[in-house]
């Protein structure tokens, strides 16, 4: 009985979690509650009948949260920008990517269309506003005069003028035929936050963190009037269609809508638990669109303030309506820009129209909508697109229906909608510890009546999701977990992978730890792993039938040639179950390196088993010490990353001495520095005297940190680094953070070098040259000029499978024969932070 009550309960979790359903099996007060959410949810089904969004499409591709959305003019193409410091344009009826357009220094925080659709206005975080050709992607010219972060952009109608507002107070209005400031707006206190611009062009709506809004006559740039009432910094305006309403949207939770002409509050909207970030009416004016931070997306009837619908979902940052008014664009911090269909009553009828039915009539939908096979492009597109949306709708729609959690159409809808979240697992962050957790509750409730190898799959499925994803800690969780549940499982086939689980979690926590290698070679000699201390090495886990193996050969072969003198080795663990092809492939690809396999084994090698090796290929990447480096490396990266392990170190020749940062660092090397995350720091540098790239240095408790796009607060430049000797070479230990997505090239800050005579020489940072982001995604890309000298990682870095970098950059003095009294640090790219870690100076030979 307790058995089946609490099978019963896990079943309320999956129910509560994938559908919102389930209230009947709920305990009488949360039932209660559940049964007030329903009553809600139908009254605005109620007042729905005016209008409604479903989910259209979902649209991944950017890669952090996405700030903006907007349609064109014609509602053909749909712009996105955000925290990549990208802009991309989708088809907005296929979904299908146009161009992205890479330039700005920064967050990207607004774009907008001229009125002929030609051109695009963009404004970010590094100060400036760009301008492209919408066809070529041509960068057409950089705007300047801002002296903040701008944070919006609106053309006039007429194409004349472009209005934008910034963290600097000021809302500027540029003459678009020479591209001049012809007005500067001043009187907001705090950052103009967002511009509306009404439907005559005359007036402009500024909103301001310091709580107002503000209204612009636009031809004269002068101040009509100044509109308060909401308690907190105001996010968002927008205008009726008719002009003569605009809806402001504040930190407080609230939209006041406004009479332009009295410049009253007319209605108040809650219904928002968090800050209301983005606005936008329907053509009608009759509707009122809003999101916010609390993950809602909310639609309002302005003439009566009712809440028509209101759709959960990720945190939301923008919105935008098409100009017919039937579809809707959100962007939100996942980095998906979700379409959805605005209409009246239950959705426009199609093939993807969920039916209404039994739960057996649902399955039935659903079997035969996976068995559509599209006959044109344009019905695959759409497909694509709209049948995993009706698929889903279709599953939870059977589990609110379905009382008998073990019948078949149940079961399927379950499957359908793990298999959903599963999939969804490398792009959406925020959902990867639930998933995993609502695949442990469904095998968990299986497993009363025995588990069987097919719903085994979506543990194996899981795990290995999550593993791809490069979070080895959520993926290490998840075998674990379903190692237990196999051990205890029935069934033979389900029990014999628990060793292969345990080793898959035994391999991903292997960083930075020793890798124990055992085996056979070739010719029957057992393998010595002591013999490759002090050497580089990859482990590579493959087989004759792999195809991606074959594939990656030329590649391992042409960096064992050029870096085995220099103390690169591989050694290979063969997979094969026919012994015969392996020597046959060997003896015609005649590899230099050693093959480990183990005769009559079928195949089942006990390296594998270890080290719970599914697919092949599968590496590891040994430093000198036998510790494993890296869990996924090869082709090009492996080549670019050994060139730079394996460089020659700096040699220097004189007396090294180390200088005292600690009088003027600023951040703690062990607690995070420049965010909330209080994991994110250089925990696993020890303090102390450490030989990197051939240079001592004295790394201190503390290092120089200047502010960044992350870290708005920090100096932008450290002066006076006591020096007080002449010197022949500097080195410093230094990277930068904050500076993915920034171009080779740039210069990102410099060392001001300061003679006693009073002279002074610059050393520049340049990223590709002289560093790159510590946390650099890709860290196989070298540096010209610097060397790499460490890799590590931290809590926060190992939850993504990161490495993190630090470089040393060495440069010599013009004027060796000069008393150097102090260096200065300091930034000259607005959204980069450079990190110096440690100094060395090399002395003047006698």
């Not at 020479?178 to 936050?193: E, I, M, N, P």
Request: with cysteine; glycine share 8%; proline share 4%.
């Amino acid at each position: 009985m307790n058995c089946w009550f609490h099978v019963r309960t896990l079943w309320m979790i999956l129910l509560l979690a994938l559908v919102g359903a389930g209230a009947d099996m709920l305990p009488s007060s949360t039932a209660a509650a559940a049964e007030n959410t329903t009553e809600e949810a139908a009254t605005g089904a109620a007042a729905s009948s005016n209008l409604a969004a479903t989910v259209f499409a979902e649209l991944p591709g950017h890669t952090g949260a996405v700030r903006f959305v907007a349609f064109s003019p014609d509602g053909e193409t749909l712009v996105s920008a955000g925290a990549d410091r990208t802009i991309r344009l989708w088809n907005a009826t296929t979904g299908e990517v146009r161009q992205t357009l890479s330039g700005h220094g920064g967050w990207v925080f607004a774009v907008t269309f001229s009125p002929d659709g030609k051109t695009l206005a963009s404004a970010s975080v590094d100060h400036t506003i760009k301008l492209w050709d919408r066809n070529s992607g041509a960068l057409l010219r950089t705007l300047t005069d801002h002296e903040d972060e701008v944070f919006s952009v609106v053309f006039t109608p007429d194409g004349k003028t472009l209005a934008s507002s910034s963290r600097d107070t000021t809302v500027k209005l540029w003459d678009v035929a020479s591209w001049k400031v012809r007005a500067t707006l001043k009187g907001h206190t705090q950052s103009a936050r967002n511009l509306a611009l009404s439907p005559d062009a005359k007036t402009l709506a500024s909103a301001s963190y310091d709580g107002t809004v503000r209204l612009w006559d636009v031809e004269t740039g002068e101040a009509r009037t100044t509109l308060k009432g909401q308690s907190g910094q105001v996010k968002s305006v927008a205008f009726s269609p008719d002009g003569k309403t605009l809806a402001s949207a504040s930190l407080d939770t609230t939209i006041r809508l406004w009479d332009i002409g009295s410049g009253r509050t007319t209605s108040m909207l809650r219904g928002h638990s968090g800050d209301v970030r983005s606005l936008a009416f329907t053509p009608d004016g009759r509707t009122l669109a809003s999101c916010s931070y609390d993950e809602t997306l909310k639609l309002w009837d302005v003439p009566s303030g009712r809440q028509l619908d209101s759709k959960a979902g990720e945190r939301r940052y923008g919105l935008s309506i098409s100009p017919d008014g039937k579809r809707l664009a959100s962007a939100d911090s996942s980095g998906t820009i979700t379409l959805w269909s605005l209409h009246k009553g239950p959705g426009p009828g199609s093939r993807y129209a969920v039916p209404d039915g039994t739960p057996a009539d649902l399955l039935a939908f659903v079997r035969k909508l996976k068995d559509l096979r599209p006959e044109t492009d344009q019905e695959a597109a759409e497909y694509r697109l709209r049948a995993p949306t009706a698929i889903s709708a279709a599953a939870k729609k059977i589990l609110k229906l379905e009382k008998d959690q073990w019948s078949e159409a149940f079961q399927a809808a379950l499957r359908i909608l793990l298999e959903d979240r599963i999939r969804d697992i490398p792009s959406d962050e925020s959902q990867r510890q639930q998933t995993l957790n609502l695949v442990q509750t469904f095998l968990t409730a299986k497993a009363a009546k025995g588990l069987k190898p097919q719903e085994f799959e979506l543990a194996m499925s899981t795990a290995r999701a999550l593993e791809s994803a490069e979070q080895p800690l959520l993926a290490v969780e998840a075998y674990e977990s379903f190692a237990k549940l196999a051990a205890k499982s029935g069934d033979e086939r389900i029990v014999e992978m628990a060793n292969l689980l345990k080793g898959a979690a035994r391999r991903l926590t292997l960083f930075r730890k020793p890798l124990k290698l055992e085996g056979t070679t070739m010719d029957g000699q057992p393998f010595d792993w002591s013999a490759y201390r002090g050497k580089i090495v990859l482990v590579d886990f493959w087989a004759t039938s792999c195809g991606a193996c074959r594939a990656e050969l030329p590649n391992l072969k042409r960096d064992y040639e050029r870096y085995h003198d220099r103390g690169f080795d591989v050694v290979g663990i063969s997979l094969d179950r026919d012994r015969k092809a392996l020597e046959e492939f060997l003896e015609e690809e005649r590899l230099p390196w050693v093959t480990l396999h183990e005769k009559d084994t079928e195949g089942n090698q006990p390296m594998a088993t270890r080290y719970g090796v599914m697919d092949t290929p599968t590496v590891l990447l040994a430093d000198k010490e036998g510790k494993v480096l890296l869990l996924r490396v090869g082709g090009e990266r492996l080549g670019r990353l050994l060139g730079q392990l394996l460089d020659e170190p700096y040699a220097p020749q004189g007396n090294l001495t180390c200088l005292d940062l600690q009088p003027k660092a600023n951040e703690r090397r062990d607690v995070s520095f420049h965010d909330d995350r209080g994991d994110n720091s250089l925990v696993e540098l020890s303090t102390g005297e450490h030989v990197l790239a051939g240079v001592k240095f004295a790394v201190g408790r503390r290092v120089l940190q200047l502010s960044g796009a992350g870290w708005n607060d920090g100096p932008r430049q450290i002066a006076g680094i006591e020096v007080d000797r002449k010197f022949a070479n500097l080195y410093v230990l230094h990277a930068a953070c904050w500076a993915q997505g920034i171009p080779d090239g740039t210069n990102l800050g410099h060392y001001q070098v300061h003679y006693a005579d009073g002279s002074h020489a610059t050393v520049p940072i340049v990223q590709g040259e002289d560093v790159r982001d510590w946390w650099d995604a890709d860290d196989s890309l070298p540096v010209s000029r610097g060397k790499l000298a460490w890799l590590g990682t931290n809590p926060i870095a190992r939850e993504s499978g990161n490495l993190i970098r630090l470089y040393v950059g060495k440069w010599e003095n013009p004027h060796p024969e000069r008393q150097v009294a102090s260096i200065d640090f300091v930034k000259t790219d607005d959204a980069v932070g450079p990190l110096c870690v440690a100094m060395t100076v090399e002395e003047t030979k006698p």
